[in-house]
């Protein structure tokens, strides 16, 4: 898997919006991090730019997300936010350009339409925190940002949990936010999970609709050769009058139960105040054991 170059004080990072409209004061305390972190900034055209929900229409944000992988100064393009959106605009990229001058992109969410369509090309990217709402966000997520940017030794180590599988696994770390990866089946950008690592996670669902999802992935053989599965926070579940019966992870367990892989739950990283960034395409070492997770890159 092709790695882009590890971002130098002095480079430049593009902010962009692929989904959901944003504001130029939303993005304040990330603009003041960028600086501390000793970058250049360009702001596109899609941030304040607005059509109903979006950061301006389709054709605008594609541009705008263009521009930004065409230019050769521009080092790294971090998302501004999620939503949805993006993938009424990936068939609108040309990453001709990027193939040749691969750089970082950056974000979560609704992003995971980017990290999976860049994934089929055979690029890594960077999974994590957006500019919106960094400044709620922990210490240990922003400093997870600039560690992989710049290419630092990272890690994540955490305490285990009880519903956790044991073992060990290696290989690629794909995946993203559930909903997205599902919306993504049968579709050019639909990634491919064997012998890798799979990381998942998702905010505001129905539990039926997350057992209705995995078994989804589950049909389309997401699982079969899977070496591992990560699962980040499922924030904010929702249920019906008459109860589905399950947990989140209760429902993972069943879905994954005619398999062998390690699974580890409540990573840091997805829909919540610790989210920390995970290189997707990276060959990673998974560690579960009954007293703590490390996942090391």
């Known amino acids: 898997m092709n790695q882009p ?6 480079d430049t990072i593009a902010i962009v919006s692929t989904a ?5 004061s939303e993005l304040k305390p990330a603009l003041e991090i960028i600086k501390k972190w000793k970058l250049n900034v360009v702001i596109g055209k899609s941030i304040e ?16 997300f263009q521009e930004m992988l065409d230019n ?3 080092k790294a393009i971090w998302c501004a936010r999620g939503g949805y959106g993006t993938v009424r605009m990936i068939d609108k990229l040309d990453f001709t350009e990027f193939k040749k001058h691969p750089k970082w992109i950056v974000g979560y969410s609704d992003v995971t339409v980017l ?3 860049i994934h089929t090309l055979g690029f890594q990217t960077l999974h994590a925190q957006m500019p919106v709402a960094i400044e709620t966000k922990t210490e240990a997520t922003v400093n997870s940002i600039y560690n992989t940017l710049f290419g630092m030794e990272y890690s ?11 073992g060990i696994a290696s290989g690629q770390l794909v995946g993203g936010n559930l909903s997205i990866l599902y919306s993504l089946c049968g579709s050019p950008s639909a990634i491919n999970t064997d012998g890798k690592i799979l990381f998942i996670e998702d905010l505001d669902e129905y539990l039926y609709h997350i057992d209705r999802m995995l078994q989804n992935l589950k049909r389309n ?9 990560i699962v980040g926070e499922m924030t904010q579940m929702h249920d019906n009058d008459i109860p589905f019966g399950k947990t989140a992870e209760e429902i993972i367990l069943e879905v994954c139960k005619d398999y062998s892989f390690p699974i580890a739950f409540n990573f840091p990283a997805g829909h919540l105040e610790d989210n920390r960034a995970l290189v997707f ?6 560690v579960i054991d009954n007293n703590d997770v490390n996942l090391s890159f």
């Open 281 to 286: 395409g990276n060959k990673v070492k998974l």
């Open 72 to 74: 050769p100064k521009v």
């Open 20 to 24: 959901r409209k944003v504001s130029l």
């Open 5 to 10: 170059k590890f971002l130098q004080k002095g």
């Open 221 to 229: 053989g997401m699982f079969a050769n899977l070496k591992g599965l």
């Open 156 to 166: 994540i180590t955490i305490t285990s949990e009880k519903n956790n599988r044991t």
């Open 49 to 64: 730019a607005e059509e109903d929900q979006f950061a301006g229409s389709d054709e605008l944000r594609a541009s705008d």
């Open 115 to 117: 990290h999976s369509q």
